[in-house]
């Protein structure tokens, strides 16, 4: 029972270099998010998905693009990586979308450093 | 717009006694839904309890149960005979759903340390 997976675990990138950070799950999760970690600030959401084909804005996402094309795969793409974009990255999902109580099911994140 | 604040930057415990980790949250909407997530040094997020804001009764889960105070907007979370392995850091977690976008915010977190 994988749950959620992100890959890589760590990534160290030059200003300006572009990258891809993966995340997928296996449990028919409709709904899909990335939350950045950064010390003494909490998770903030910065892209979601509500199903394929469907994405919407979070509360930091200048700078980070993602796509959903099928329902288990939600990529996030740093196009010209910044030191400010330096932090913990997780992927997180959960079953179905609008008023239920049902959890976020996190991956074990993503350590991102830009130099 | 909504906030969460989690006002205990930092807390202790000797094993066995009871904590408890307070959370407040700016609202106003009626319909949502609470969380407490706990992340230890494996940096691993798991999910310690859940609060849907139209029930009055509060949730527990065997040694954490939480506070829910819907007019004063507070959510604390209790956890009783604390563990060793209970030490990490905790968020609290407030989402909503309004029209076809959803809203989750977490607080900045408080660090729970348990002393043996």
């Known amino acids: 029972n994988a749950g959620v997976t992100q890959t890589p675990k760590f990534q160290v990138l030059k200003t300006g270099q572009s990258m891809t950070l993966q995340c997928a799950q296996d449990?028919?999760?409709?709904?899909m998010s990335w939350y950045r970690q950064d010390p003494g600030m909490g998770l903030r959401l910065i892209h979601y998905s509500v199903g394929a084909g469907i994405t919407d804005q979070g509360e930091v996402p200048n700078g980070y693009n993602v796509s959903r094309s099928t329902t288990e795969d939600f990529p996030l793409r740093l196009l010209s990586a910044a030191p400010s974009q330096t932090s913990v990255y997780f992927c997180?999902?959960?079953?179905?979308?609008?008023?239920?109580?049902?959890?976020?099911?996190f991956g074990n994140g993503t350590r991102l450093t830009v130099t | 717009a909504q906030t969460v604040t989690q006002s205990q930057p930092e807390m202790s415990v000797q094993e066995a006694e009871t904590v408890t980790l307070s959370c407040t949250y700016d609202?106003?909407?009626?319909?949502?839904?609470l969380f407490w997530y706990k992340q230890p040094p494996s940096r691993q997020m798991i999910l310690v309890i859940r609060q849907e804001a139209y029930k009055q009764q509060n949730a527990t889960e065997n040694r954490f149960s939480v506070n829910f105070q819907k007019a004063a907007k507070s959510f604390s979370l209790k956890i009783s005979d604390s563990q060793l392995g209970d030490a990490a850091m905790y968020f609290c977690a407030y989402r909503v759903t309004q029209g076809g976008s959803e809203k989750l915010v977490f607080g900045k977190g408080t660090k729970l340390t348990v002393n043996p």
């Open positions: 449990m028919n999760h409709e709904y």
């Open positions: 997180a999902s959960r079953r179905g979308t609008g008023r239920n109580n049902s959890p976020l099911h």
């Open positions: 609202t106003s909407e009626s319909d949502y839904y």
